[in-house]
């Protein structure tokens, strides 16, 4: 059974300070997607990877894919209070585009 | 850029009732769209993908004749929820697929449903 597991799924931190999350998942893929969701909103795509090595940066936040391992890792820098939301990750099946999600991880960041 | 539009954005309805909700592709063609529905504070939980032209697949567990998905052109697709009932409650967002970008969804804002 495909998984993708987020961790953690739920970080408070302080601004200035920087953190990780991170997605495992359990097949193989090259496509990897990260999201971004405010409350009550829908979805805001931050990164796609798509092979191994990858990273891709915007602002404060880093993504990097490591096939290999099959983990991803999303990493923030130096937060900002408006960097506050959920974040999803999600890895593409070959087969159909369909997305395997992660449970989410729930970031908060306290001025 | 690629802008997925949903409507409506809320709805309220009586048991028993149908919803229709629409998902439109504003500026590209999308063969392929996708059905989410998200309870608070879960993750997207897939329940069909539409093809242009052809019969929905659905994921398991998800009833095909209460969730009917009409995919009639490539900037259009429609899911109508038949026979609401409050367990039907909840967050549904649809997504499509560009067909000039292989790897990339892009994600409509969502439609919060509420059936009394």
């Known amino acids: 059974e495909l998984k993708v597991e987020q961790n953690p799924l739920f970080l408070s931190m302080q601004e200035g300070k920087n953190y990780t999350i991170y997605c495992n998942y359990s097949?193989?893929?090259?496509?990897l997607y990260w999201y971004r969701q405010d409350p009550g909103k829908s979805l805001e795509s931050l990164f796609v990877?798509?092979?191994n090595g990858a990273v891709k940066q915007e602002g404060r936040l880093m993504a990097s894919l490591d096939t290999k391992a099959r983990l991803s890792t999303l990493h923030i820098t130096a937060a900002v209070h408006d960097l506050s939301a959920t974040y999803f990750c999600?890895?593409?099946?070959?087969?159909?585009?369909?997305?395997?999600w992660g449970a989410g991880t729930k970031l908060i960041i306290k001025p | 850029g690629a802008v997925v539009s949903q409507h409506p954005s809320r709805v309220i309805c009586k048991s028993g009732t149908s919803v229709k909700i629409e998902c439109r592709s504003l500026?590209?063609?999308?063969?392929?769209m996708f059905w989410y529905r998200q309870f608070p504070k879960q993750s997207l939980m897939l329940m069909a993908t539409?093809?242009?032209?052809?019969?929905?697949?659905?994921e398991q567990g998800v009833e095909k004749d209460k969730f009917l998905i009409n995919h009639a052109s490539l900037t259009l697709s429609t899911l109508t929820v038949t026979s609401a009932h409050p367990e039907d409650s909840s967050f549904y967002i649809c997504?499509?697929?560009?067909?000039?970008?292989?790897?990339?969804?892009?994600f409509g804002p969502g439609t919060r449903l509420t059936v009394t």
């Open positions: 997504s499509a697929r560009a067909d000039r970008d292989e790897y990339e969804q892009y």
């Open positions: 999600a890895v593409d099946l070959d087969s159909n585009y369909q997305l395997i």
């Open positions: 990877l798509l092979s």
């Open positions: 097949t193989t893929s090259d496509r």
């Open positions: 539409s093809n242009e032209g052809s019969k929905a697949t659905y």
């Open positions: 500026d590209f063609q999308a063969t392929t």
